[in-house]
């Protein structure tokens, strides 16, 4: 019991020390209380778990201060009520009917924690705690805009303000003086579309974020020229796609208000119809209709127009094209230097394994004839003439070592070569290129005697992408010689197809 009446005179003493009262409290009479259970602060004035709200909404926390109320006290020993900061004493209030008490000067979206206790007579008689955060309240920021139209601007913003309800926007025209600023609207909303500009005209804008309670500074000022241009692109070129029925057209815009543009298409006779519709800043299409449209023979017109929400341009100039059927062989290389690879008949025997990557070869097929661009013919027959080909991921060589496996065997027999240009030789076992992996054209031959080399045209590629060996009969067959030397061009070559 003596422990007892200790501990309260301590506390007592300790939140007793400031309070003021004409009678002092007679220390031996001093008998500790306990406090009352149901809260002291009126929380739903405050927050509601998490939410800072209604705080923010009615304005008893805002950015600089925080407003606190609390259940008054209902007896007649009432001595006074203490509020502290963050452990600090903020001050006494010595009447029961003040249960409130607002806090000023305080720092934006920072995080305050204040304790009410309630003081009668005999000590402290109940003490309650409680979180609060001052919202973030500065200025908008990261102005942009968008142009509608000739009289129409739409202003967007990011907004820093946590219990902003509102903005207003502000303007002036840019040579106007600061005090020229004038408000041209409200908006609940991040954007504000203003129409009342002029064309051709520069605008200062700012923005102010505000609530019931108070309101930031303005904005940084956003200076915008309204030039609204819609007018019709320019077709520049209608041209067939190589290899392929499609056309490409490009054309050069000549808006910067528009959403996007709209492709027109039409045969001889007929109407244009819409094709297609593509986003702002584009200024290429491939019409790839092969299948309804876009056929071998028949010729096509062609218009582009800009448009947005407000208007549509008049129409580009036309133009127009012819469908022609696509080629059917893909050629690599157009390099003119002579190269006595592959058919290099100096020597008994020759091998040459040469890498053509995936970007130069296009899309998926079945290659059913390959054909290289002869300069000098071979001086004589090149027996067990054999191509094989297979899929890879390298892009160049690191060594000199040939690869020796998983080939498909297209061509194997005896090949005379007669005539000068493209060689044309038909596989006995077209390969199906699958369009996404380099491929290895691997060509040979077995002889037993020598004569003069042929030459074909081959084209300079930076990296190794040849490997070429020869011997006199002596390094055995040449499809499993394993070492050759390294050389940084390729045979100028095309692969005939059927597409997949």
Sequence with gaps: MKKAFQLGLAIFLLWMSNCTEQNPVDVNLLQLKAPNEAPLIIRENLKQGNSFHPGYANGNIRSNQVSLTWQPYQGKDFLCYRVYRNGQKLGDISRADSAHFTDVNLNQNTYYQYQIASLNQN??????????????????????????????????????????????????????????????????????????????????????????????????????????????????????????????????????????????????????????????????????????????????????????????????????????????????????????????????????????????????????????????????????????????????????????SGYTICFSGNLEVATTGWVEIPLDVPFSYNGSDNLIIDVSFDNSYWSSAGRCYASYVGSYRSIYQRSDSGLGNPLNWSYGSLHNYVPNIRLYKSVR
């Design 123 to 404: 000590g402290l008689y109940q003490l309650d705690t409680i979180r609060v955060k001052t919202p973030l309240f500065l200025p908008p920021d990261q102005l942009n805009s968008q142009i509608i139209d000739s009289t129409t601007i739409k202003l967007f913003w990011n907004n820093r303000a946590e219990s902003a309800t509102a903005f207003r926007i502000l303007r002036k025209k840019r040579d106007d003086p600061p005090s020229m600023y004038t408000i041209v609207g409200t908006t609940a909303d991040t954007f504000f579309v203003d129409r009342t500009v002029e064309n051709h005209q520069y605008y200062h804008y700012q923005v102010i974020a505000y609530n019931q309670w108070e309101e930031t500074d303005p904005s940084i000022a956003f200076l915008i020229y309204v030039n609204y241009v819609m007018d019709p692109p320019t077709l520049n070129s209608v041209s067939q796609v190589p290899l392929l029925r499609s056309v490409q057209l490009t054309w050069t815009d000549n808006s910067n208000a528009e959403d996007g543009f709209r492709i027109y298409r039409k045969e001889e006779t007929g109407n244009f119809s819409l094709i297609a519709t593509v986003p702002l800043n584009t200024t290429q299409y491939v019409d790839n209709d092969t299948t309804n449209s876009l056929q071998i023979g028949k010729t096509y017109y062609y218009y582009v127009t800009a448009y947005n929400q407000a208007e549509e341009t008049d129409p580009s100039n036309i133009l127009n094209i012819t469908i022609m059927a696509p080629p059917d062989y893909v050629e690599i290389g157009t390099g003119t230097t002579t190269w006595t690879y592959p058919f290099n008949t100096y020597y008994h025997d020759a091998r040459t394994q040469i890498l053509y990557l995936s970007q130069e070869i296009g899309g998926p097929m079945t290659i059913r004839k390959i054909a290289f661009y002869v300069v000098q013919t071979p001086g004589q027959v090149m027996n067990n003439f054999t191509v094989r080909m297979k899929h890879t991921t390298l892009s160049s060589y690191a060594s000199g070592y040939f690869d020796n």
